[in-house]
Structure formats: C-alpha cells, structure tokens
T-cell receptor, first 113, second 113 residues
C-alpha cells in the first residue's frame, strides 16, 4: 500500500496570507489527524477527522481549520498567517480498529516571512 | 490529561555500544504507548508500540521497549547501535478510543564511529 502523502512538501508565505495543505491517507484509513512540529513547542495535536467530521481538536486558535472529504482525503487551512506558524505540519492516518496506530506522512514545511 | 517526559534531549554513543532512551508517562486512563523515529527532513516512522499483552515489544531493526506500569515507563533499548540509528526518537501515548497522540520532547541519538 502507498503511504500517507502530503502536498506540497515546502511552502513559503508572507504574514497575513492564508495557506491550504493537503493530505491523502493510506488506502482504507478513515481517520486523519494533523500535528504541528516546531523547535520550541515540539509536536502538538491540531485536530482529527473521521468520516468528514471533526472528532477531536487541540488547543490552537480558530485560524487553524480543516476538513475531510468523502474519500478520506483531508485539508488543513491556516488563515492570516503569523511568523509563529512556521513549522512542519504532519498528517497521520489510521484505520479505526483496536490499537489505532497512526502512520505519518513526510510533512509540509511552511515558512512564513 | 496525559503527559510524556523524555529526560534526555541528546544521547551520544559510540557505534556498537548499547543505548537506552528513557520515557515516562502520566495518565489517569489506560493508554497505548509508541516510539516513533524521525530522520532529518522526514516525517515520523513508527518504531514499535505497546497495546496490550507482553510488556516487552520489539522492532524489526533490533530496538525493544518494555512497558512498566508500576513505574509508568516505556524505555527504548538497543544492545548495539549503528551509525544509521542516528535520528530523533519520540515517545508518545494515546488513550484508548481517541486518536490524539501526546508526544515527549524527543531524544536525539547521536552515534559516532
């Protein structure tokens, strides 16, 4: 099976702009989670989607949003970008079975100037 | 709330020496435990996991971890490291039924010849 794919891999934006990141889960996986990784805060959970519904949300401002489509692909959006949003954004997918191991994509590295 | 503590931010070791990366967690509910590895400019790769059953779990590349409920620990060990093991290692916990992974701050393993 193909792994989790994320596009784009690298992105440069300026403050105030918005950005959309995309994630395609492993075939058959219906749960998609997003994480932000920064040197200062480490790995932090953003949100999780299952069957097009947000099931769980981390402690991030409303500028961070996401959605999931009927084919389980997911997007996350960050509006009004701030310098502090520069990070590696990781997507993880999992099958909804006991154990629910999450498998991560390569990430999208966002740089906000 | 759950938390994970990785006390060692960096562990230098010589090739073929043994290594232990420490992980302690805090949780009021039953958890699943994971170790992920991250190579430079890549996403997270699952190294091993504890879900239930035998408290000693092994990976295909020689790492092992032991779940100790009384000490709330899940230390990662390898009897003989290789240069290629140089990477950052993250311990994570997840409560059963939820997809949110809580990560430690990571331990950078530096293997030198």
């Amino acid at each position: 099976k193909a792994g989790v794919t994320q596009t784009p891999r690298y992105l440069i934006k300026t403050r105030g702009q918005q950005v959309t990141l995309s994630c395609s889960p492993i075939s058959g996986h219906r749960s998609v989670s997003w994480y932000q990784q920064t040197p200062g805060q480490g790995l932090q959970f953003l949100f999780e989607y299952f069957s097009e519904t947000q099931r769980n949300k981390g402690n991030f401002p409303g500028r961070f949003s996401g959605r999931q489509f009927s084919n389980s692909r997911s997007e996350m959006n960050v509006s009004t970008l701030e310098l502090g949003d520069s990070a590696l954004y990781l997507c993880a997918s999992s099958a909804v079975v006991a154990g629910e191991t999450q498998y991560f994509g390569p990430g999208t590295r966002l740089l906000v100037l | 709330a759950q938390s994970v503590t990785q006390l060692d931010s960096q562990v230098p070791v010589f090739e073929e020496a043994p290594v232990e990366l420490r992980c302690n967690y805090s949780s009021s509910v039953s958890v699943y435990l994971f170790w992920y590895v991250q190579y430079p400019n890549q996403g997270l790769q699952l190294l091993l996991k504890y879900l239930s059953g035998s408290t000693l779990v092994e990976s295909i590349n020689g790492f092992e971890a032991e779940f100790n409920k009384s000490q709330t620990s899940f230390h990662l060990r390898k009897p003989s490291v290789h240069i290629s093991d140089t990477a950052e290692y993250f311990c994570a916990v997840k409560s059963t039924g939820f997809q949110k992974l809580v990560f430690g701050t990571g331990t950078r393993l530096l293997v030198s010849p």
